[in-house]
T-cell receptor, first 114, second 115 residues
Framework: KQEVTQIPAALSVPEGENLVLNCSFT??????LQWFRQDPGKGLTSLLL?????REQTSGRLNASLDKSSGRSTLYIAASQPGDSATYLC?????????????FGKGTKLSVIP | DTGVSQDPRHKITKRGQNVTFRCDPI?????LYWYRQTLGQGPEFLTY????????KSRLLSDRFSAERPKGSFSTLEIQRTEQGDSAMYLC?????????????FGNGTRLTVT
């Protein structure tokens, strides 16, 4: 059974800092990995999707990397802003049994202090 | 693209009552998913539709839960004889056909509180 772990569970940084969020998964047989953002009481917003054949994806100040063989992904946020404060969730699509579902980590709660 | 919409946003019900939630996916998306999220946890998969066919159900989906997508467009999730443990955020998501390069788009969820 696929398990996804996100470290740290919470992170507080001053505005302007660069930061890295970590995600690890136990089964490397995946189609892709997706990073989401969730604001309190809201649904999830897709940030980046990395296919299993890719190493990284970039969107604005966000860069996500994928090392499938080691079961790891990182989300890099450059020049953080207070508006980046949210919970960031990592999720993987399995390519084996249960391949119709995303498996999520518990998230990293980010606070960017003005 | 108006996004995935869910109704209601909040539902408070007494234990033992039945509740029904609705999800309207993005119009051209033929895949629809239901997830459940409790406080401090990531979403957990409940069930998945491709068009009107329900192709996968999680073991989390007890016999008190039923989901439908009658015409391959909107979907409903019904919980019968609600229990306090059913209190959670119920999230709906949709996507296009190809799994490998099609991100999931989520709605804002329905928050259920069972008293």
């Amino acid at each position: 059974k696929q398990e996804v772990t996100q470290i740290p569970a919470a992170l507080s940084v001053p505005e302007g800092e660069n930061l890295v969020l970590n995600c690890s998964f136990t089964d490397s047989a995946i189609y892709n990995l997706q990073w989401f953002r969730q604001d309190p009481g809201k649904g999830l917003t897709s940030l980046l999707l990395i296919q299993s054949s890719q190493r990284e994806q970039t969107s604005g100040r966000l860069n996500a990397s994928l090392d499938k063989s080691s079961g790891r992904s990182t989300l890099y946020i450059a020049a953080s802003q207070p508006g980046d404060s949210a919970t960031y969730l990592c999720a993987v699509w399995g390519s084996g049994a249960g391949s119709y579902q995303l498996t999520f980590g518990k998230g990293t709660k980010l606070s960017v202090i003005p | 693209d108006t996004g995935v919409s869910q109704d209601p946003r909040h539902k408070i019900t007494k234990r033992g009552q039945n509740v029904t939630f609705r999800c309207d996916p993005i119009s051209e998306h033929n895949r629809l998913y239901w997830y459940r999220q409790t406080l401090g946890q990531g979403p957990e998969f409940l069930t998945y539709f491709q068009n009107e066919a329900q192709l996968e159900k999680s073991r989390l989906l007890s016999d008190r839960f039923s989901a439908e997508r009658p015409k391959g467009s909107f979907s409903t999730l019904e919980i019968q004889r609600t229990e306090q443990g059913d209190s959670a955020m119920y999230l709906c998501a949709s996507s296009l056909e190809a799994v490998s390069n099609s991100p999931l788009h989520f709605g804002n969820g329905t928050r259920l509180t069972v008293t």
